[in-house]
């Protein structure tokens, strides 16, 4: 049997080098297979972001629900307390005037201390006589009780005048000692609340209004 013929020789047309039986010689196997190498390398980048990318936006999604107050079911929202809002009140505003009443009122109570001062300050100039003699503890008592008081009196002491006997009898039929003779109203006897009413009354009548 003849032996069979050799094959022909390939010459790769961009190399010059044999080529094999795809045409293709060792470079070109070599350049093929770094593309594929880079491709899948591109691929395998693109796969690695978009893996990172998922990762990162689902790591935002969490942490805003984390952040996020969970709904309390069947809750309101109630709104904010607001204070009302006061108007300033004007500075150059009169204050407003009393009712009518009020004023008639107030100005009846102001005439009416002024009359009471004048009267308590009258009482201090009623004239005052007092009966008395050197003996009697009573009149001494009194006498204090005037002194204290600022009244304005004189004392008459019957024991050592005679005429002031006569007059003492003459304002009361029984006389004693002390006796009052508080600007023509008598007193008997002494007792504070009664001069002090007597010389009272002494100056209501001597004040006017």
């Avoid at 070109?28 to 691929?43: K, L, P, Q």
């Avoid at 004048?118 to 009482?123: C, D, H, K, P, R």
């Amino acid at each position: 049997m003849p032996p069979a013929p050799p094959l022909p020789i390939r010459v790769c047309p961009k190399h010059g080098l044999v080529a094999g039986p795809d045409g293709r010689c060792m470079i070109c196997h070599r350049g093929a297979i770094a593309a594929e190498t880079e491709g899948d390398s591109g691929a395998r980048r693109l796969v690695f972001g978009l893996a990172a990318a998922v990762v990162v936006v689902g790591g935002v999604v969490v942490w805003k629900a984390r952040s996020t107050p969970p709904a309390v079911v069947g809750a309101t929202e109630r709104p904010a307390f607001v204070a009302p809002r006061v108007a300033p009140a004007p500075e150059d505003e009169a204050p407003a005037a009393p009712p009518p009443g009020e004023a008639q009122a107030a100005a009846h109570v102001a005439q009416e201390q002024q009359r009471q001062h004048s009267i308590e300050a009258e009482m201090l100039k009623v004239p005052i006589r007092m009966y008395m003699g050197k003996t009697c503890g009573i009149c001494d008592e009194a006498r204090s009780f005037l002194k204290e008081k600022g009244m304005s009196y004189t004392e008459v002491d019957v024991n050592a005048d005679p005429a002031a006997l006569e007059t003492l009898k003459q304002l009361t039929p029984d006389p004693v000692l002390p006796t009052f003779d508080v600007d023509g109203e008598v007193l008997a006897s002494f007792a504070p609340t009664l001069v002090l009413g007597a010389a009272r009354r002494a100056a209501e009548r001597r004040t006017r209004f």
